[in-house]
């Protein structure tokens, strides 16, 4: 689209967005903060003015147009002026994820996108300091929190305010030029993905991007001008940054940040009070959340003694029935339950509901998803937490469920102006009920990938996103998600990363690692299928003086296994090549590597990682148990035993 056209429609940019929305809910509360007292309210108009003041600053110290600065800090008013400003100045905010413990990952953001600028939290600052020298390009840090021995490329946030204060006085004109001349092709951010440390994806989102999202959004569900929420989730992630922030400023509504304790566990204990004092209309969450508050509400039940915990069991059974997948709730003969399961909600549910601060409609679920057992446990009680689907190249939401209109177990309904289409292996287009890759299409994808032109034309072809996640549409039109298509690693909070760089690097730079494949597709933490070098394995028992076909023999081989994994952890000689959540907590050891011969390997010798998955699904599973969570299980020993008896060669 020609330049002269794309702002045609002036709500198509995120300045412009913003100031529509400032205009028409001027003295609407949009941010709530607490700091030493009780929670603070900012309204749009007061957020307008540190925008103008903060884009101001960042001009005046030569920030210009398409220049990137990276943004590394938990949530709070100061993020979202600080992201807003530096869009104003028609430069790229880098949002960068608070759970960066490795030095390498933050440094390998900021090099790679080429960041002039920084801003950091009290938190993050030793982040950033400590990767300064190697970043000559960094010209300026300025810190949202006040600091004694500051760097001399350091300056305080209330600094750069003053210096906006002093640019608007002279450059007004030049002020309101600058962000009126953005146009909706331009970038917003550059959001990292979890990639191999060696490789993360910087996905390019516009401002059409962004606010096409948002105009889908709304098409999903109403969210009114007197709705509040707690953004619980790390602000930089595409789910909290939509949803939350731009979402609820495009209705006049309002969003409260987490305070923040003096360690994580005492900010996780502040959820609950802060939610108390928010009593928000609306929550987003991932399902570690969603089981923390359940297991939470659920050991309150059981404090309370047996006769009451059994009547909650009850009253969930009796809600379960009643409910069923939501939409045919109360069909047939399950009416007659209505009455019972109203008496519960007023007696005990309700109650439940208080602790959330009593006006709570309901959650959206995003990330991983929500085990449909969760999802009924929050329907029951009055809160329903309705499953949603997206991923940061769609900037980020395709589908949802709804209070209107929901199915319990799928991620609800496509949001308009989207073409979704289910794709074979070859990119055929499937028939509704099959299962494929999810594919889509629509103004909220993605540019592409930063720095990265394989990966662009890899992922985005005619237009269309190819997700990598397999699910299929059902009769209804609501779309079920049932997995990764190919190989990345998801979490249980929703976080994705791509395995091969750590399968690569244990097996080429460890001792005792033949084969080895991650596994980790929602769960709570990551295994490996693994393969042994069975003569360095025998060398080291003989070196041990043990023998090979001795339980203390295969505890040696096991233990050196581990030996090999631990390299890649906290101490190790390759200490912070990847994050330490990726690396195996636990390993079966197979009884056979992958071959040709038993099309484990295709014919240009590449793992077939499905093949892999299901022939060996049983220890999968194995491995997320007790049993399979000590190394030393018997199945380990069982296999070495197996490998090495009657023989003393490989």
Not at 604 to 626: A, E, F, N, S, W
Request: neutral net charge; hydrophobic residues 40%; proline residues 4%.
């Amino acid at each position: 689209m020609p330049a002269r056209e794309q702002n045609q429609n002036p709500m198509k940019t995120i300045p412009s967005f913003f100031e529509a929305y400032v205009e028409r809910y001027t003295n609407n509360v949009l941010m709530w903060e607490k700091k030493d007292g009780p929670y603070q309210g900012l309204t749009y108009g007061e957020m307008r003015n540190m925008v103008h003041r903060f884009a101001g600053g960042l001009l005046s110290l030569g920030l210009n147009a398409g220049d990137r600065v990276a943004l590394l800090s938990e949530g709070r008013n100061y993020w979202v002026m600080s992201e807003l400003g530096i869009l104003y100045c028609k430069a790229i905010c880098v949002p960068l994820s608070v759970k960066l413990d490795e030095v390498s990952e933050v440094r390998f953001r900021i090099a790679h996108s080429g960041c002039r600028m920084v801003i950091a939290s009290s938190r993050q600052r030793q982040k950033v300091l400590s990767i300064l020298k190697d970043l000559k390009e960094i010209e300026k840090v300025i810190l949202l929190d006040p600091a004694a021995d500051m760097d001399e490329k350091e300056i305080f946030v209330e600094d750069v305010l003053k210096l906006g204060d002093a640019y608007l006085e002279k450059n007004r004109d030049t002020f309101e030029k600058t962000w009126q001349s953005v146009q909706e092709n331009d970038l917003v951010n550059i959001s990292y993905t979890s990639g191999t440390t060696a490789d993360p994806k910087g996905i390019m989102l516009t401002h059409r991007n962004y606010t096409a999202n948002v105009e889908q959004a709304q098409t999903l569900m109403h969210i009114p001008e007197n709705f509040r929420t707690l953004l619980i989730l790390p602000w930089d992630h595409a789910f909290a940054h939509t949803a939350g922030i731009y979402c609820f400023m495009s209705k006049g509504a309002s969003m409260a940040s987490l305070k923040l304790g003096n360690t994580a566990m005492e900010t996780l204990k502040n959820i609950p009070l802060n939610i108390k004092e928010i009593q928000p209309n609306l929550l987003m969450s991932v399902p570690v959340l969603a089981k923390n508050f359940r297991n939470n509400i659920e050991k309150a039940i059981r404090d309370k003694g047996k006769v009451l915990n059994g009547l909650f069991g009850f009253a969930l059974k009796v809600a379960y029935i009643y409910n069923q997948e939501g939409h045919n709730k109360g069909k047939g003969w399950r009416i007659l339950l209505k009455p019972l399961y109203s008496l519960f909600d007023k007696i005990m549910f309700k109650k439940i509901r208080a602790g959330f601060g009593g006006k709570l409609d309901f959650f959206i679920g995003g990330g991983a998803l929500l085990d449909i057992e969760l999802q009924r446990f929050f329907y029951a009680i009055g809160m329903p937490m309705f499953q949603g689907y997206g991923l940061t190249e769609s900037a980020p939401i395709i589908s949802s469920n709804a209070p209107h209109r929901h199915k319990l177990g799928s991620s609800g309904f496509l949001v308009d102006n989207l073409e979704l289409k289910i794709c074979d292996d070859n990119g055929n287009a499937l028939p509704v009920g099959e299962k494929g890759e999810i594919v889509v299409r629509g103004e909220n994808v993605m540019a592409g990938y930063w720095k990265n032109e394989k990966a662009t034309a890899e992922t985005l072809k005619n237009g269309w996103l190819h997700t990598g996640d397999l699910g299929y549409m059902d009769k209804d039109g609501f779309l079920y998600v049932l997995g990764r298509f190919k190989s990345l690693l998801i979490s249980s909070d929703g976080e994705k990363f791509s395995p091969e760089g750590i399968e690569e690097s244990l097996v080429n730079h460890t001792q005792y690692i033949e084969q080895l494949m991650l596994h980790n597709n929602q769960n709570p933490y990551t295994i490996a299928l693994l393969y042994p070098k069975k003569d360095a394995l025998r060398r080291w028992v003989k070196h041990k003086e043990l023998d090979i076909n001795s339980d203390e023999g295969r505890e040696a081989m096991i233990k050196a296994i581990n030996y090999d994994i631990n390299h890649y952890r906290k101490g190790g000689k390759n200490e912070g090549e990847f994050p330490e959540r990726w690396l195996p907590s636990t390993f079966a050891i197979l009884p056979e590597g992958f071959t040709a011969e038993n099309q484990l390997l295709n014919s240009t010798m590449k793992m077939i990682r499905g093949r892999v998955t299901g022939r060996y699904k049983h220890l999968i599973d194995m491995l997320y148990t007790p049993e399979g969570k000590n190394i030393f299980n018997e199945h380990n020993k069982n296999v070495l035993k197996d490998l090495f008896s009657g023989s003393q060669k490989p």
